[in-house]
């Protein structure tokens, strides 16, 4: 059985929870909304512009490009701001997740040991998996989430864990099989 010890750090968090919005449908058409809008505006400002003149054309893709510009604002807030807040304060708040942490696994599964308690999942529960190039997140659910932090793992554990995951589950992004 292969192990590792680490503490998690609120950055920890943040990585794998951009990661998992990334993969998420809703979000990535949000972050497109902004630019299909812009597009929309310039359009319709364009073809304005030709029949009715500058100002008509202006005033055309100004309410467009308002729009668009506050979804891009709330987008980048969420991003750069909130999602940040929301992970120190996950840390600070989940005591469980505080101190030392083992997480060890072998072919039957990933185990995750702290000092308030212990769990044990077969790699075949998970509901997927998903990594880039800081985190390995396994789901055991939508909303519940195993983060392997890669900085605290070698390059050859990643690709143990990794094919673990691949076996039980499929390729990374795809749901349980």
Do not use: C
């Not at 319709?44 to 512009?49: E, G, P, R, V």
């Not at 040991?113 to 800081?134: H, M, P």
């Not at 390995?136 to 554990?157: G, T």
């Amino acid at each position: 059985m292969a192990s590792i010890s680490l503490q998690y750090r609120p950055q920890d968090f943040l990585d794998a929870w951009r990661l998992q919005l990334r993969h998420n449908t809703f979000m990535r058409v949000s972050r497109f909304w902004p630019l299909a809008l812009l597009a929309l505006s310039g359009l319709a400002s364009w073809t304005t512009f030709r029949d009715d003149g500058l100002l008509a054309g202006v005033l055309a893709a100004l309410p467009m490009a308002l729009l668009s510009g506050l979804l891009l604002g709330l987008n980048v807030l969420s991003d750069r701001v909130l999602l940040p807040r929301r992970a120190k304060r996950f840390v600070t708040q989940q005591k469980s997740i505080q101190g030392d942490i083992l997480i060890a696994w072998d072919g039957e599964g990933l185990t995750f040991k702290a000092a308030k308690g212990q769990s044990t999942t077969a790699w075949g529960d998970y509901f997927k998996w998903l990594e880039n190039d800081v985190v390995l997140v396994a789901f055991q659910s939508e909303n519940m989430l195993n983060i392997l932090p890669k900085r605290s793992l070698s390059p050859d554990q990643v690709t143990e864990i990794r094919d673990y995951l691949a076996a039980a589950i499929g390729p990374a992004g795809k749901r349980r099989k």
